[in-house]
């Protein structure tokens, strides 16, 4: 009784779901609504063609990959049943499920994943694009439901590649031979998912229902879900503090929220979810010339930082402190960063007077997605003056901020890409020479160019699974010294959803699966 | 026939001077930094250089901007309104299905203000200096002067969340599925709190220029004569007084009925409430110049409209105004 009581108050406070879990251990019930939040309003739902976050949640529902992935980052079966992976490394063979139907009855097979791998996917994905053109030989289908992947040379994160975010099967007999982006069925997709699409009321929600040939008998166990779109911060937290709502998405509240809202009664708080993604925020500096271009001047500033104040104040004690460019999510993560930073003001002001800094205002880009990042840029800015240097807060709306960040014009920004589960994958893009100016926000906007670390990355991509840990280490290490931006957060966004909710968050792509296993106890 | 004349040659003149604010319109939203495939390119997370070569072209960019307002202003002469290509939908089709719940919420906010207004401010300017005129005048200038989003806000919490009276958000209870009767009633209770919230301030303002009117034209001379040939005093108020002083609120209502298409984007905001006004801000942040410039166009159209229809309302209020086109 105490147990279960002790376990039930671990639900109200920040855990992650495992523990909850387990204190229920109850039959899962199945029907019924669930009521969830994203936020902004998705611009499509095809998750092919539209990558951005609420896009992801909601049509991760609707389109499956090959594989998903537990929360320790391991492949599970999706559409792919089992795969085989020869001696050399170099040929990976995909055994397909069979009897999977698309949700418009037709049939699913080889020549889907064909189709989406080697026409859609190249065409529409710019990730995919690049991996297919530097290691990938051929993608061929040897049976009815048989695909070989060959590769030129040794990848070991391929198989990270195929979540249903960014690369979904998508159905042939659709998207063959037309305009993918202009196609008209992307608003009212067929996919093999668990969710079916049902309607999308523009400015409100958009609904998904069961679908009822799902290949995995007794899922999904909700009858419908329905995504509602809430513009304002303060009217979600109130939507879900009235109960019109159960499920608040990861980035969908305020952090002040998420604190007064995960002591509520009833309220669970998960913090898992994220492990494929783990967005690592940091301060991205534009190194090309000026103070910022000195080694010393960086270092002096990454002392001047509390981070520990950041992540305690702005974020309400969600995260970890990051000592370099691989979050602890993402594979070959080195236990601890050398060199490594604390709080140290005396240290930093020696560092910057070291540094010949004749007080020159450095411009700081703020972040335009929420409090959050107001609120780092104004602490930073403290903490800056604080050792004597100069900043100048710049703030824009979102597509400002792209056009600035992409074109390089700042000096500091903050930026929290996607790492995709392999640094491979999601982190080399931000710090190698041929990131620069490729025309995205998400990339080597600073201008940092280091040979050593482009070679090192190189290698890394294309090494084997036993010699990758030492070299990641390396190039995190040197990065940890070099200092091209100054790494601050390791995020956790917290999912809040009512206790009733069951197996919401249970694979490392979190709320993109979340219809597949969840259910609302009666 | 007079009327018939002065219609048609304003409304020939407002066509003019749409096709004059849409070219206008068309070069002011390029002047914000970024364009449609940067902010798609940036959410996207990953790109690189073919992709945003292949969103400029999706969305007409790659093409001279001269060409691309040719194109538009051809496409407005015929009314259409072009394509999104972020939403791959028709633009039309985006602001069709968003209209009537703008409308609603709007109608239903002029409506109540305009009455509510105008009754409060001959009230108060009939009762001058008693208690029940400093009450209405004490009211109007609280609600004028207190900011519309936290009055929004303040309503939510006290009528949702506390009382539970009310719901705090949308305009019906989705995953209901209720037609009919059930249907109505819903989204009649859904549009109690954004439509209060917005006539609140707008019944202020009435209340405040009716009062000062009425008390203006109560003193004129042939209300004396009236009093003097022995009238009663609500006939000499309403048929007299209130007649003449109306116009003002003639005004001012006229100029609040042409915002009823784009003035309500904060209410419908913070009231999570479906409408044209949240589908602009929302394409300004998309830098989605397709959607934005259909907006644009509907909401000066209904400016223009109103504008000619005040016009023609005031000759009837009164007879003495003379129509000039």
């Known amino acids: ?522 | 026939m007079a009327t018939v004349r002065f219609v048609l040659i304003r409304l020939l003149k407002g066509a003019a001077v749409l096709l004059a604010i849409a070219a206008l319109n068309f070069f002011l939203i390029r002047a914000a930094p970024g364009d449609p495939a940067s902010v798609l390119a940036g959410e996207a997370g990953a790109s690189d250089p073919i992709y945003l070569e292949q969103l400029r072209q999706r969305f007409g960019l790659d093409r001279p901007v001269i060409e691309q307002l040719a194109i538009y202003m051809k496409n407005i002469a015929t009314l259409d309104f072009g394509f999104s290509a972020r939403n791959n939908r028709p633009v039309l089709d985006m602001i069709m299905e968003r209209l009537p719940a703008t409308l609603l919420l709007t109608g239903a906010a002029f409506v109540m203000s305009l009455i509510m207004g105008v009754v409060l401010g001959v009230l108060a300017a009939v009762k001058v200096g008693r208690i029940s005129d400093t009450l209405i005048t004490l009211f109007a200038l609280i609600f004028y002067a207190t900011p519309l989003f936290w009055v929004a806000l303040m309503g939510q919490v006290v009528f949702a969340l506390k009382l539970g009276w009310l719901p705090n958000i949308g305009y019906v209870t989705v995953g209901a599925d209720l037609t009919g009767l059930a249907y109505v009633t819903d989204v009649a209770l859904h549009l109690v709190l954004p439509a209060m919230t917005l006539a609140l301030f707008y019944m202020a303002l009435y209340a405040r220029i009716m009062r000062a009117s009425t008390l203006e034209v109560s003193g004129a001379d042939f209300i004396k004569t009236a009093r003097a040939k022995g009238l009663p005093e609500g006939y000499i108020t309403r048929r007299h007084v209130a007649r003449n002083a109306i116009l003002p609120v003639v005004t001012l209502a006229g100029l609040q009925a042409g915002q009823i298409v784009g003035g309500a984007v904060l209410i419908e905001t913070i009231f999570a409430w479906p409408g044209i006004g949240r589908l602009m801000f929302d394409a300004l942040t998309q830098r989605d110049y397709q959607v934005l410039l259909g907006v644009f166009f509907c909401s000066s159209a209904l400016v223009v409209l109103f504008n000619i229809i005040t016009d023609v309302v005031y000759r009837i209020a009164d007879p003495r105004i003379q129509m000039k086109a």
């Open chain 1, 1 to 522: 009784m105490f147990r279960s009581t002790l376990k039930s108050l671990a639900c109200g406070v920040l855990l992650p779901l495992t523990i909850c879990t387990a204190a229920q251990a109850q039959q899962p019930s199945s029907g019924g609504t669930l009521q969830l939040v994203v936020t902004p309003e998705p611009p499509g739902i095809v998750t092919g063609l539209v990558t951005n976050t609420p896009s992801q949640m909601v049509g991760g529902n609707i389109f499956e990959s090959l594989l998903r992935f537990d929360q320790s980052l391991k492949p599970m079966p999706a559409l792919a049943e089992s795969w085989v992976i020869d001696a050399q490394e170099t040929t990976y063979t995909f055994t397909l499920r069979q009897g999977v139907k698309w949700h418009d009855g037709k049939d699913f097979s080889a020549d889907d994943v064909v189709f989406s791998l080697n026409t859609f996917l190249p065409q529409v994905n710019p990730r995919w694009r690049n991996i297919m053109k530097a290691h990938v030989q051929s993608i061929e289908k040897t049976s009815a439901n048989t695909i070989v992947i060959k590769l030129q040379h040794i990848f070991d994160p391929l198989l990270l590649m195929f979540e249903n975010g960014s690369m979904p099967m998508v159905p042939k007999h659709i998207y063959d031979g037309t305009d993918f982006a202009k196609n008209p069925m992307n608003n009212t997709p067929v996919g093999t998912g668990p969710m079916k699409f049902k309607e999308w009321v523009a400015g409100s929600h958009i609904e998904l229902v069961r679908n009822p040939d799902y290949y995995i008998k007794g899922l999904p166990r909700l009858d419908r879900a329905i995504f509602r779109f809430i513009p304002d911060a303060a009217s979600r937290a109130i939507a879900f503090e009235t109960g019109q709502v159960d499920v608040m998405t990861g980035g969908s509240l305020e952090s002040a929220d998420v604190q007064r809202l995960s002591k509520t009664k009833g309220v669970c708080v998960s913090t898992a979810g994220w492990e494929l993604f783990a967005p690592l925020s940091y301060f991205q500096l534009n190194v090309r010339s000026g103070p910022l271009a000195n080694k010393t001047f960086r270092k002096g500033l990454m002392y001047a930082l509390d981070r520990e104040l950041i992540r305690d104040v702005v974020w309400s004690g969600f995260g970890e402190i990051a000592d370099g460019p691989i979050s602890s999510r993402t594979r070959f993560h080195p236990e601890k960063a050398e060199p490594s930073y604390d709080y140290n003001p005396e240290q930093a002001r020696k560092l910057i007077q070291q540094s010949g800094y004749k007080g020159e205002t450095l411009n700081y880009l703020v972040a335009p997605y929420g409090e959050i990042w107001s609120r780092t840029a104004e602490i930073a800015k403290q903490l800056f003056s604080d050792v004597g240097v100069n900043i100048n807060l710049i703030t824009t709306d979102a597509a400002g901020w792209n056009q600035r960040a992409r074109a390089g014009e700042y000096d500091i920004t903050n930026n929290w890409p996607y790492q995709y589960g392999d640094p491979a994958l999601g982190v080399s893009r931000m710090w190698v020479s041929s990131s620069i100016n490729v025309g995205s926000p998400f990339s080597n906007t600073g201008g940092y160019s280091n040979p050593e670390v482009d070679k090192l990355f190189e290698r890394g991509a294309t090494a084997s699974a036993a010699e990758r840990p030492v070299i990641f280490k390396q190039i995190h290490n040197m990065l940890a010294d070099e200092l091209p931006a100054l790494w601050s957060v390791d995020i956790q966004f917290p999912t809040l959803y009512r206790c009733k909710v069951h197996d919401f968050v249970t694979t490392a792509s979190g709320a993109n699966d979340g219809l597949l296993n969840a259910w609302i106890e009666k």
